[in-house]
């Protein structure tokens, strides 16, 4: 049974950081996706960063380039994203996702299995 389960969200001012944490379990730390995804009220779910196990590799969305960084713990089946510089247009509720297997995919739908969220809001 896969499960993921978010933590670190909150309420800072512009300029501040957060560190946001996916700990996990069913999932592997050796091949599959990791994920953050955002959505803010009245917006489609948008992808954040990806962190591809295999390779190690990492995409992030160019409104977060240079701010955020994606990384994995696999002694702590736990999955980071510290969020630096933070502006008021990155409030939104931040998801956890994961696949099994395969490469990372740009879009939401295609990730099965997903967190409950975490709030996290800047104020200016």
């Known amino acids: 049974q896969v499960q993921l389960v978010e933590s670190g969200g909150g309420s800072v001012q512009a300029g501040g950081s957060l560190r946001l944490s996916c700990t996990t379990s069913g999932v592997s730390y050796s091949r599959g996706c990791k994920g953050w995804f955002r959505q803010a009220p009245g917006k489609e779910r948008e992808v954040v960063a990806t962190f591809y196990s295999f390779t190690g590799s990492t995409t992030y969305a160019e409104s977060v380039k240079g701010r955020f960084t994606i990384s994995q713990d696999n002694a702590k089946n736990t999955v980071y994203l510290q969020m630096n510089s933070l502006k008021p247009d990155d409030t939104a509720m931040y998801y956890c996702?994961?696949?099994?297997?395969?490469?990372?995919?740009?879009?939401?739908?295609?990730?099965?299995?997903w967190g409950q969220g975490t709030m996290v809001t800047v104020s200016s």
């Open positions: 996702a994961a696949t099994r297997i395969g490469d990372c995919p740009p879009n939401a739908r295609s990730y099965p299995y």
